[in-house]
């Protein structure tokens, strides 16, 4: 219940006066429904008796009459208002958490976005939060709205009838409610939480299977996927039907329960009204307030079988809120953006020995330099440190004029592109696609940075750059998808441009090629790449060996002719 109560704390603080505004008029329904079965018990009882007596013709029926109107008419805007107010509530509130959570994800460390999945981003976004909406308006505000109700019923049974009635009435339904949902929500704890999980799992190998179809067709696994996810929903809906006929019985009980508390009230007020202690008509009241109490305890049933899907929602989003902590970085900017970095050691967690111990390398403006190394040295880890995605455990990196943390991170982006081993490319056209690094480039941007990459030719001849693109660059080739991403990061015009095999997927005649056209196209960029083909160490100025921390110059080929 922590991490719910959790939960509800936050959408509490999102949408406060909503929430309290819609929490008085569900007490306000409750409490109209019972005003109106009270009264109209006692004036049936009351008119039956005046007429018993032979007093019909004087006995007021319209002000009772109109009262009963009133809470009728009363009671469906209450509700009305209550459903209006509070849904709407929840859905923002539900609303901000997943902006939260997307704003978690992407603030994420670089080592935990790597490893994350799209399916599991998509159920922490969706799915998790979806499971939240039952916190408040099936679970809190109708308990805090039925004790409320409770309380104030007792109050006026006691003043109104006996103590003895109001306290056997409320008595009655907030232990033996109590009893019966405690129950049933330890039964189905266990069976709503594997249902919240299988359909997580669901969802998730549904989303690989998809994009994966192509592969598992050809080693002829696609349908022993399909029944795997289809075992993973059978599993979901087993979950769901134990859950449904614990809702059931604890319906049955509290019904049982409801008849208990009215006959009690019913012969209590019977007892006394003998005795004289109170008119029939005021032991009416008793027994239908006891009736209509039972709207107080029964919709809670649904809330407590769901209790463990909203407990395993409720616990993965506190923490993943909890876990999201975004480093501070300064405000200020350099003019300059060549590469210093002195006596750098980084390791991973629970690591034996350090991806990089004391590594040192100067990338200046103008020059481009070529870390080499066998995989598994740090060529990549140290250009996520450069780009300030992971933090050194020791040493110093400088950008420009200024140690990375003391950028501001819009400046620095700004100053800085790196371009990863694994770039991604969205389904769209070739110009969206470019248009993600400068939403504002013109046309002639465009086709000068494809120019730089050697791929204007390419995309001219399918279409240009309204031609469409399918998930992940489907439609172009590796390596055209490639310098696509190369032809991105141009757009940006980077001081310190830092590519992670940038050629990978090209010939060497036309990795070649694009190495000079982006040195053309930033003639005066630092430029650092990780490598592992001859063609880009040949192409550097200078070349540094991660294993034996050796350099050696280098000088700049010209591209062979192309046939």
Known sequence: MTAVWRIFRMILADQRTALLRGAALSLAVLLAGIALLGLSGWFITAAAAAGLAGMGAVFDVFRPAAIVRFLALGRTAARYGERLLTHDATLKALTSI????????????HDVLVRLRGPQALNRLMADVDALDGVPLRLILPVAAGLLAQASAFAALWWLVDLSVAAWITGGFVLGSAVVLAVAGRL??????????????????????????????????????????????????????????????????????????????????????????ITPALAAIGFFASLALMETVAPLRRAMADLGRMTVAARRVGENLAAAGVEGFGDAHSDRADLRIANVTFRRANAARPVLDRISLSVTAGESVAITGPSGSGKSTLLLLAARLLKPDSGSMVVGTLPLRDWSETEFRKAVTLVPQRSVLMAGTVGDALRLAHPAASQDDLWRVLEAVALAPVIRARGGLEVRLGPNGSGLSGGEARRLVLARALLRRPKLLMLDEPTEGLDEATALTVLNGLRAYLPTAAILTASHRLTETVWADRVVALDQRVTQGRQPLQPEPRA
């Open 188 to 277: 189905a704890a266990h069976p709503s939480g594997r249902e919240e999980e299988a359909a997580q799992a669901f969802r998730s190998r549904f989303i690989d299977m998809i994009r994966a179809r192509a592969d598992l067709a050809v080693y002829g696994r696609l349908a022993h996927q399909g029944e795997t996810v289809l075992a993973i929903d059978a599993k979901r809906q087993r979950d769901r039907g134990r859950v449904n006929r614990i809702e059931r019985r604890a319906g049955l009980a509290l019904s049982l329960l409801g008849t208990i508390v009215a006959a009690g009230a019913l012969g209590l007020g019977m007892v006394l009204a003998e005795a004289g202690s």
């Open 98 to 109: 997943r902006v939260r959570l997307l704003r978690a994800t992407a603030s994420a460390p």
